[in-house]
């Protein structure tokens, strides 16, 4: 049995990338930029202290660079373990005419996730389906992994999930958790073993810091949501008019 005790988890998101790059043919394998690069640098800056028992990545090139470069500032750093559970929501598919109506659309993608069959595009993985995804890989890296401290890379729509489920909430909660660009959380877990003696379970779950960007801590220059600063555009600080039409 891995040991019981408090887990610290460090989960974040990956950093900036461009997924309107002409010579991007998968949007699956988009590397960072150099702004998420040095997104992720400041991070590694905040986070040279930690000492990582465990790194996690979803497996994509974003979460994984993102992670190495975390890992470099980091002494007897622990080797890397992709985990496809932690891959983002899965997507269907939309039309847009512009990078405006694609980001408005998507602004509201995570609005009534609890509701029956809900999911992020029309033809997507579901928002039930994702949940059951994601929390069974993260408890998995609880249950038969033996750590204190844990360094977990992701995206947006993962560490919602995450996030709503370590709340108590779920589904209902995660569009209130916004997550910058290369942000850190901080969950501690409190594991103890189960009644049956044969495994562990999680006693209780603490949110301890959430969407802290190193680059800008007091988010003086990030009053855009990560949406727009993904698709530069600017809606003023306002949500978009919702868009009604199917293109």
Known sequence: MTSTGRRRIYLMRHGHVDYFDSELTDPRMVDLTDEGRRQAETARDALKNAQFDIAVYSGLPRT??????????????????????????????IKAKSRDELAARLAYGFDNAEEENACFLPDGETFAEAEKRITAAIEELVFTKDWKTALIVAHEGVNRITLGWACGGGLATIS???????????????????EKGDGLQIERMSIKALNVTAYDFVKHELSRTSIEHLFGVDFGGL????PTEDL
């Open 176 to 194: 209130a958790f916004e997550q910058d660009l290369a942000c850190i959380n901080l969950l501690d877990v409190d594991v103890t073993p189960n």
């Open 64 to 93: 994984k660079q993102t992670a190495e470069i975390v890992l470099s500032g980091i002494e007897d750093a622990p080797e890397l373990i992709a985990h496809e559970g932690l891959e983002e929501v899965k997507s269907g598919w």
């Open 239 to 242: 949500r978009p008019e919702r």
